[in-house]
C-alpha cells in the first residue's frame, strides 16, 4: 500500500529550502506534478502551517504537512522531501525538520495503511537520520521497504 | 470510554495517533471507542479522555477533559507511556 503511494517521481533528495513555507511548497509542489491535488492544495497547507502552528511536525526532524481534501485533493497521494540543511518549522520539541511528507488525502481512509506503515518505519532508531543522508529517491524507497 | 484523537485537520496525524491508541488499548487489554477529530470538532464532541499532539497545548489548554500531549507521534513506547495511565485513571474515576 505505501508502495503504491511513495514512488521516485514523488521523492526529492537534498532540497535547498529556505524557510518551512519553502518546505511545504516543495513537497507538495511534487505532488501538484503528479497529478494528486491542484496548486490551491499546497497553499492551503502553508496557510494550515501559519494558522494552527507547527503540529505537523509530528516526530524530531519530520514534518507531515497536509490540509483536507475540500482543500483541492484530486486523488490520494504523498509526496517526500529530504532537505539539503535542516529547517526551524517552530515545533517546540521536533525541530529542526528534515524530511517532509506531505499528504494529500481524498477520504479518511485511502491513506491509512500508507501512513501506518510510514510511521512505523520513521518509529525505528536512526531511520530519520538515514532518510535525510539518502543519495536518491530510489535510496529512499529502499529504505521504506526494509 | 470515549478517547478523541485531535489535530488541526482531522486526516493525518489524528488518524495516526488513533491508529496507534487502538493498537496500543488492544494489546493492554482496554476497550474503547478511538475516533480522530479535528480542533473545530473536539470541543462539540463528548469525550472521556483527549490524544493530541503537543504543540496542540495553546489551543486545548481550556478542556475540562483530561488531555494527553504527545511529543513524538511515531514512538508507540511514549503513547503506551502517556495514554495507558491516562485511561485507567479516568476508567478508574467513572
Redesign the interface.
Known sequence: MRDALLTTDVIRTDVVADDRTDAVRAAGDLLVTAGVCVPGYVQAMVD?LD??????????G?A?P????DDGVLRTGMSLVTLREPVVFG????DPVRLVVA?A?QD?QA??AA??DL??R??DPGAVDRLAAAPTPQAVLDLLAD | MRIATV???????S??LK??VDKILREAGVDAEVS?VD?GSVKTMPADLIVA????R??LGGSTVPVVYI??????AEIAEKVVPAVREVAGES
Open positions: 494550515a494558522q494552527l502552528g507547527p503540529y505537523c511536525v509530528i516526530a524530531p519530520v507531515l497536509h490540509a483536507t481534501p515545533h517546540a520539541t521536533n499528504l488525502p479518511k491513506h491509512l501512513l501506518q510511521a512505523s520513521l518509529g | 489535530c488541526g485537520m482531522g486526516f493525518g496525524t488518524m495516526m491508529l496507534t480522530p480542533l499532539p503537543a504543540d496542540m495553546s489551543h511529543d513524538n507521534l511515531v514512538n508507540k
